[in-house]
Nanobody, 128 residues
């Protein structure tokens, strides 16, 4: 069982930056692929990006490519989402998610149902 806790959300002006962190406890973090999702009011949860555990492949939603970067530190059991050039449309609750250990080693899963463990979410608000 993996427990995930996100942090780093907040209020930022358009064009600014934030770094979200997701700390994991329990389970074998180094063998879990990790994803970031977001959900705005009235909208479905959507994939933002992810990083596999086997070869550290990353994948991003088109709207965040070139602005967001995902990384992981297995020693710290933490995955990060660096968000630059933020836009008002990035406003949402951001969730960290993990796959079951050993699965999705080289391919980044981009659907919520693929992930087995979820954090509680952290609010990101971008003002115009």
């Amino acid at each position: 069982q993996v427990q995930l806790v996100e942090s780093g959300g907040g209020l930022v002006q358009a064009g600014g930056s934030l770094r979200l962190s997701c700390a994991a406890s329990g389970g074998t973090f180094s063998r879990c692929s990790m994803g970031w999702f977001r959900q705005a009011p009235g909208k479905e949860r959507e994939f933002v990006g992810g990083i596999s555990w086997g070869d550290l492949n990353t994948s991003y939603q088109d709207s965040v490519k070139g602005r967001f970067t995902i990384s992981r530190d297995n020693a710290k059991r933490t995955v990060y989402l660096q968000m630059n050039m933020l836009k008002p449309e990035d406003t949402a609750v951001y969730y960290c998610a993990a796959t079951r250990a050993g699965s999705w080693s080289t391919v980044v899963a981009d659907t919520p149902r693929t992930y087995d463990y979820w954090g509680q979410g952290t609010q990101v608000t971008v003002s115009s």
